[in-house]
Nanobody
Framework: QVRLVESGGGLVQAGGSLRLSCAVS????????MGWFRQAPGQEREIVAT????????YYTDSAKGRFTISKNNAKTAVYLQMNGLKPEDTAVYYC??????????????????WGQGTQVTVSS
């Protein structure tokens, strides 16, 4: 079992930055792929970025590439999402998730077994 708790959301003006954190507890010794997802009002939850717990390899969607950076600490107790150049369309609830899949990049919700409660990010224009 893994417990995920997000923090760091808030209200920011367009062009600003936020750093989301996800505290990971429980069976952190297992190799996971950690992902950040987001869900805007009336929209489906979508993947933003992933990081492989074991290889440190990362994946970004086109909308995140060049603006967002996903990282983890060496102790494997936290995952971060640094978001720069925020746009109003980035407004969403952001979720941290853990997948037991690491043989390929898990991009679908069903591939993630554990989820945090989410943190709201609002970007004003």
């Amino acid at each position: 079992q893994v417990r995920l708790v997000e923090s760091g959301g808030g209200l920011v003006q367009a062009g600003g930055s936020l750093r989301l954190s996800c505290a990971v507890s429980g069976r952190t010794f297992i190799r996971y792929t950690m992902g950040w997802f987001r869900q805007a009002p009336g929209q489906e939850r979508e993947i933003v970025a992933t990081v492989d717990w074991g290889s440190d390899s990362t994946y970004y969607t086109d909308s995140a590439k060049g603006r967002f950076t996903i990282s983890k600490n060496n102790a494997k107790t936290a995952v971060y999402l640094q978001m720069n150049g925020l746009k109003p369309e980035d407004t969403a609830v952001y979720y941290c998730a853990a997948s037991l899949v690491w043989s390929h990049i898990p991009k679908t919700l069903s591939e993630y077994a554990y989820w945090g409660q989410g943190t709201q990010v609002t970007v004003s224009s």
